[in-house]
């Protein structure tokens, strides 16, 4: 036994643990070839099928990386790493509607989201690891998107708001597919808007449902214009009845054009304007509304003043 003090043993062991922490921090730097098993879940989107494979499937390779790597995936060897591949990456096995696997060629791509980064994989043991993918109950709904547009004094829309993808893919209970008709997006907000909005905008989630996609493009055109002024424009009675003449009610409206600027056609002719004897015959308030028979190229929206008239016998 060595005759030391326990000042002397305390400074002795402290050297011995500071030596086998330079060794350890040493021998967990350097690189290793080791084969590596992790389990994996696949997360696609499948048409008609379950976002998430059925089970673990366990992927092992041959790889290269340092001690540390090595460590961390021995103290996480029952942890379950979601790997997500795309539909068309992964291919369908014809003894198995529900099974589908992925290449090892193409495992390669997603090794970092396997065993993460600073891992080199040299091979893959499979030539191809196939997951199971359940089928699950779906419909294919339109999507209509809600919007709080402000614009600024003088601009407005020159199309629709529009998304695309325009229809989408429903997941769910049938009961509950059965009962919807449409699926909303968040409310799509713009204000003091002088120029063509799009972006990307989120589905409105519905619990126990799984939309194919969670978020779509959205696109509108927007247009200043100039406003073009026709007084006293003369409506055309159409769908007469034979032999009769018949009359608007006031004679004469007043037209305002909303033109698109710069203009893109002569919008100073006053334009042709009618009402439908058969809507008024069949109109319960006994009026009916004066339209244009063509819109201008250039013309976004108009207005006319009064909107309504009546429609009556010309003596």
């Given at each position: 036994?060595?005759?030391?003090?326990?000042?002397?043993?305390?400074?002795l062991?402290?050297?011995?643990?500071?030596?086998?922490?330079?060794?350890?921090?040493?021998?967990?730097?350097?690189?290793?070839?080791?084969?590596?098993?992790v389990?994996?879940?696949?997360?696609?989107?499948?048409?008609?099928?379950?976002?998430?494979?059925?089970?673990?499937?366990?992927?092992?390779?041959?790889?290269?990386?340092?001690?540390w790597?090595?460590?961390y995936?021995?103290?996480?060897?029952d942890?379950?790493?979601?790997?997500n591949?795309?539909?068309?990456?992964?291919e369908?096995?014809?003894?198995?509607k529900?099974s589908?696997?992925i290449?090892?060629?193409?495992?390669?791509?997603?090794?970092d989201?396997?065993?993460g980064?600073?891992?080199?994989?040299?091979?893959?043991?499979?030539e191809k690891?196939?997951?199971?993918f359940?089928e699950?109950?779906?419909?294919?709904?339109?999507?209509?998107?809600?919007?709080?547009l402000?614009?600024e004094?003088?601009?407005?829309?020159?199309?629709?708001?529009?998304?695309e993808?325009?229809?989408v893919?429903?997941?769910?209970d049938?009961?509950?597919l059965?009962?919807?008709?449409?699926?909303?997006?968040?409310?799509?907000?713009?204000?003091?808007?002088?120029?063509d909005?799009?972006?990307?905008?989120s589905?409105?989630?519905?619990s126990?449902?799984?939309?194919?996609v969670?978020?779509?493009?959205?696109?509108?055109d927007i247009?200043?214009?100039v406003?073009?002024?026709?007084?006293r424009?003369?409506?055309?009675?159409?769908n007469?009845?034979?032999?009769?003449?018949?009359v608007?009610d006031?004679?004469?409206?007043?037209?305002?054009?909303?033109?698109?600027?710069?203009l893109?056609?002569?919008?100073t002719?006053?334009?042709?304007?009618?009402?439908?004897?058969?809507e008024?015959?069949?109109?319960?308030?006994?009026?009916?509304?004066?339209?244009l028979?063509?819109?201008p190229?250039g013309?976004?929206?108009?207005?006319?003043?009064?909107?309504?008239?009546?429609?009556?016998?010309a003596?």
């Amino acid at each position: 036994m060595l005759r030391l003090s326990t000042r002397e043993w305390v400074v002795l062991l402290l050297a011995l643990l500071l030596a086998s922490s330079i060794w350890l921090i040493h021998k967990l730097s350097l690189e290793y070839s080791v084969y590596m098993n992790v389990k994996v879940v696949a997360e696609s989107n499948i048409h008609g099928h379950s976002k998430y494979s059925s089970s673990g499937v366990e992927v092992m390779a041959k790889c290269r990386t340092t001690g540390w790597r090595v460590l961390y995936s021995y103290l996480t060897r029952d942890k379950v790493v979601y790997v997500n591949i795309p539909s068309n990456v992964l291919e369908s096995d014809p003894e198995d509607k529900n099974s589908y696997y992925i290449t090892s060629e193409r495992l390669h791509e997603y090794a970092d989201q396997i065993y993460g980064s600073g891992v080199s994989v040299d091979y893959f043991v499979s030539e191809k690891v196939s997951f199971k993918f359940n089928e699950e109950t779906w419909k294919e709904v339109p999507i209509k998107p809600v919007s709080t547009l402000s614009f600024e004094e003088q601009h407005l829309a020159v199309s629709e708001l529009i998304v695309e993808p325009d229809h989408v893919i429903v997941y769910g209970d049938p009961v509950q597919l059965s009962q919807l008709e449409f699926v909303t997006t968040d409310i799509i907000k713009h204000t003091s808007i002088v120029e063509d909005i799009s972006g990307m905008i989120s589905l409105t989630p519905i619990s126990g449902l799984r939309y194919s996609v969670d978020e779509v493009h959205y696109m509108m055109d927007i247009s200043r214009y100039v406003e073009i002024e026709h007084e006293r424009i003369p409506i055309e009675v159409i769908n007469t009845p034979p032999g009769k003449r018949m009359v608007a009610d006031p004679l004469y409206v007043d037209v305002v054009l909303k033109c698109q600027f710069p203009l893109k056609s002569d919008v100073t002719k006053a334009p042709y304007l009618i009402v439908d004897y058969e809507e008024f015959r069949n109109s319960i308030s006994g009026k009916v509304v004066v339209e244009l028979q063509t819109m201008p190229a250039g013309v976004i929206d108009y207005e006319i003043s009064p909107f309504f008239v009546t429609i009556s016998e010309a003596y």
